[in-house]
């Protein structure tokens, strides 16, 4: 597991570092094959199974293709190359340390403690260490474990992401009607409507619209056209 | 070893890449390339947190829409980019001057 994570971690990195580094525009496609397969691979190590298959698919497998076929359909000559001049590099690479060093030394770190506010709601104190606001937090807002999706499963999210993709949400069952339940001291009611987590069949349904206006679009925008003669 | 950490330290390399592709490559097809290294890094993201805190399925959820969106937006940039080299004859980004930017 380890050492997966840190074969795949460090071929992402370097792939993603050769692509800025690489001049030639097939290098650099093939450096960014290197880089998204082993972030699918990261996926799978952390138990998103179907958003790597995902990003095999669509990335690698679709994207990607799209990109070589930019590069075929632009390219002026057989390896086409656009240099930047070293000084540009240079500073990239300055200006490109300085921002990994700043992303860096934002990513936060401490500890959380729980407290209880008036109202009897538990409040997480320090907003810096996510691991420990998570070991906090899950045994307040957690379901007991019903062979539903929970992180510290393995994987198998293909189900639950379809039930959510579909309005559903069985791995986040009635939080809220459990703590207003324990709150107003009585019995939820079932008629009361619904009181899950909402899920996600309305962003499915504008992604599958949006994805039909944007295959319009890049038809018309792609189609043959006489090459203009005042070109440059 | 595969920490929480760890997953923002890749996403950040792939971030910090691919802004730094985006401004630094004069060929257009770069440009783009550079934008899927950003989304990239904020799938990572999202995945990560996913796994790591009680976010739960939404993050990969999240991840699975960004996913779709590149997509998307890679087959209408690319589109873009032919109309470009099929007015200026190269593909390069700095050529792209005609409304005096």
């Not at chain 2, 993050?59 to 890679?74: K, P, T």
Request: hydrophobic fraction near 50%.
């Amino acid at each position: 597991m380890s050492a997966l994570f840190l074969f795949f971690a460090i071929a992402s990195c370097l792939g993603a570092v050769l692509v800025v580094i690489s001049q030639s525009v097939v290098r650099m496609a093939f450096w960014l094959v290197v880089s998204l397969g082993s972030v699918a691979a990261l996926f799978f190590l952390a138990d998103a199974d179907f958003v790597g298959a995902a990003q095999l698919l669509i990335y690698v497998g679709g994207t990607l293709v799209l990109l070589v076929f930019g590069v075929m359909l632009t390219a002026s000559g057989p390896y086409m190359k656009i240099e930047t001049s070293p000084g540009e590099t240079a500073i990239a690479g300055v200006v490109g340390s300085l921002f990994l060093f700043m992303v860096i030394s934002s990513t936060p770190s401490g500890s959380a403690q729980l407290t209880l506010d008036e109202d009897g709601h538990t409040v997480v104190k320090r907003t810096g260490d996510w691991e420990a606001i998570h070991d906090a937090v899950k045994p307040a807002t957690s379901t007991p474990d019903d062979g539903s999706f929970d992180d510290k499963s393995d994987g198998n999210t293909l189900r639950p992401i379809g039930w959510a993709l579909l309005g559903l949400r069985p791995d986040r069952v009635d939080i809220t009607r459990e703590t207003e339940a324990g709150k107003k001291k009585e019995a939820a009611d079932p008629a009361s409507g619904p009181t899950a987590a909402p899920g996600y069949l309305l962003p499915f349904e504008i992604a599958s619209v949006h994805l039909l206006v944007v295959l319009i679009g890049a038809a018309y925008l792609a189609r043959a056209k006489r090459r203009s003669d005042e070109a440059s | 070893m595969a920490t929480l950490n760890a997953y923002l330290l890749v996403g950040a390399v792939l971030f910090v890449c691919g802004v730094i592709c985006m401004a630094t490559k004069r060929n257009g097809i770069g440009v783009l390339m550079g934008v899927e290294l950003v989304l990239n890094g904020a799938n990572v993201n999202f995945v990560a947190f996913s796994k790591f805190t009680s976010l739960g399925l939404d993050g990969q959820v999240f991840s699975l829409f960004i996913i779709v969106l590149a997509a998307a937006e890679a087959a209408v940039a690319l589109a873009i980019a032919l109309n470009f080299y099929n007015n200026h004859l190269t593909i390069d980004v700095d050529r792209g001057n005609k409304l005096k930017g």
